[in-house]
């Protein structure tokens, strides 16, 4: 199995910053792309943030310039950095990691966090 664990969320002025962290373990052969997505109340969840395993990133257009993404290989973690945080940024964030569980295995497969809350208060 594969297990991932987010940490980080709280509670934050607007303004303020926060380091979200997801550490993936278990059964893994290989991890290809990590992303991080945002679901506030009555929302659809969306992609916030995306590092292929090349290191290239995409960000949506409301977190451009506030928020970078990272991953650190050999901890098989993705990191989300925000700052200059707003209101509008109130919302439980997951993280995604596509992987590879078997050096035989076909493909990757996707797997989600727990979901961590990030509030900004205003």
């Known amino acids: 199995q594969v297990q991932l664990v987010e940490s980080g969320g709280g509670l934050v002025q607007a303004g303020g910053s926060l380091r979200l962290s997801c550490a993936a373990s278990?059964?893994?052969?290989?991890?290809?792309?990590m992303a991080w997505y945002r679901q506030a109340p009555g929302k659809q969840r969306e992609l916030v943030a995306i590092?292929?395993?090349?290191?290239?990133?995409n960000y949506a257009d409301s977190v451009k310039g506030r928020f970078t993404i990272s991953r650190d290989n050999a901890k098989n973690t993705v990191y989300l950095q925000m700052n200059s945080l707003k209101p509008e940024d109130t919302a439980v964030y997951y993280c995604n990691v596509e992987v590879r569980r078997y050096s035989g295995s076909l493909g990757f497969l996707p797997y989600w966090g727990q979901g961590t809350q990030v509030t900004v208060s205003s």
């Open positions: 590092i292929t395993s090349g290191g290239s990133t």
């Open positions: 278990g059964s893994i052969f290989s991890i290809n792309r």
